[in-house]
């Protein structure tokens, strides 16, 4: 299991370019189960390591989760609210971890703190990748929503660019357990899926 963890971490970082990072945070802000956490500060431990520059790192991370999040906006935007809530409650949504609760939940965050949501949002946990969706739903201008998007999206990559790039600082002193460290995260979240999915399973 060590080994095939230390292949995959190998691959994963000899690929990641400013390309896939734009990609990777584009798949995160939409309603894929890919969280920013697992490319941010990895891409920015690179960047420690001289392969890449940590100040494009955010940049093009930024851009990949506007982008998203204009996917997630669009389709809200223009589909509307009957046709999201049953996406999110049809096998594929399932599928990508969506339920009408979550989505529910999403859009009474945006009800509650308005427009700023949309910045705020980007920060939170579990509604981070799901905010453009109510801001599509409500007709958000476009000029908002891209300016609070890039702001609190910017925000988020900063923090996360930092601890990786710490990390990579202090990487002397934690080296013996990485390798432990990855496995039990990759494990986590491999586990996290599977439960979910299967919740998922018997609600529907």
Same mark, same amino acid.
């Given at each position: 299991?060590?080994?095939?963890?230390?292949?995959?971490?190998?691959?994963?970082?000899?690929?990641?370019?400013?390309?896939?990072?734009?990609?990777?945070?584009?798949?995160?802000?939409?309603?894929?189960?890919l969280?920013?956490?697992?490319?941010?500060?990895?891409?920015?431990?690179?960047?420690?390591?001289?392969?890449?520059?940590?100040?494009?790192?955010v940049?093009?991370?930024?851009?990949?989760?506007?982008?998203?999040?204009?996917?997630?906006?669009?389709? /809200?935007?223009?589909?509307?609210?009957?046709?999201?809530?049953?996406?999110?409650?049809?096998?594929?949504?399932?599928?990508?971890?969506?339920?009408?609760?979550?989505?529910?939940?999403?859009?009474?965050?945006?009800?509650?703190?308005?427009?700023?949501?949309?910045?705020?949002?980007?920060?939170?946990?579990?509604?981070?990748?799901?905010?453009?969706?109510?801001?599509g739903? /409500?007709?958000?201008?476009?000029?908002?929503?891209?300016?609070?998007?890039?702001?609190?999206?910017?925000?988020?990559?900063?923090?996360? /660019?930092?601890?990786?790039?710490?990390?990579?600082?202090?990487?002397?002193q934690?080296?013996?357990?990485?390798?432990?460290i990855?496995v039990?995260?990759?494990?986590?979240f491999?586990?996290?899926?599977?439960?979910?999915?299967?919740?998922?399973?018997?609600k529907?």
């Open positions: 299991m060590m080994e095939l963890f230390h292949s995959l971490f190998d691959w994963y970082m000899a690929n990641l370019n400013y390309l896939t990072i734009a990609l990777l945070m584009a798949i995160e802000s939409t309603f894929m189960p969280p920013s956490e697992v490319v941010i500060p990895f891409a920015a431990y690179k960047a420690g390591q001289g392969d890449l520059n940590v100040f494009l790192v940049i093009f991370g930024t851009i990949g989760a506007l982008t998203g999040s204009l996917i997630n906006y669009t389709l /809200a935007y223009y589909l509307g609210r009957p046709i999201v809530y049953s996406f999110a409650e049809s096998k594929i949504g399932r599928l990508f971890l969506l339920s009408k609760e979550k989505v529910e939940h999403a859009e009474n965050y945006f009800i509650k703190n308005g427009k700023t949501s949309t910045f705020i949002g980007r920060l939170v946990p579990g509604i981070r990748h799901l905010i453009s969706i109510p801001a739903l /409500a007709k958000m201008s476009l000029r908002d929503f891209m300016l609070y998007t890039l702001i609190g999206a910017g925000i988020w990559n900063i923090i996360l /660019a930092v601890i990786g790039f710490y990390l990579y600082e202090v990487r002397e934690i080296f013996p357990y990485v390798g432990h990855l039990v995260i990759g494990v986590l491999i586990g996290y899926l599977i439960i979910k999915a299967r919740r998922n399973r018997k529907s």
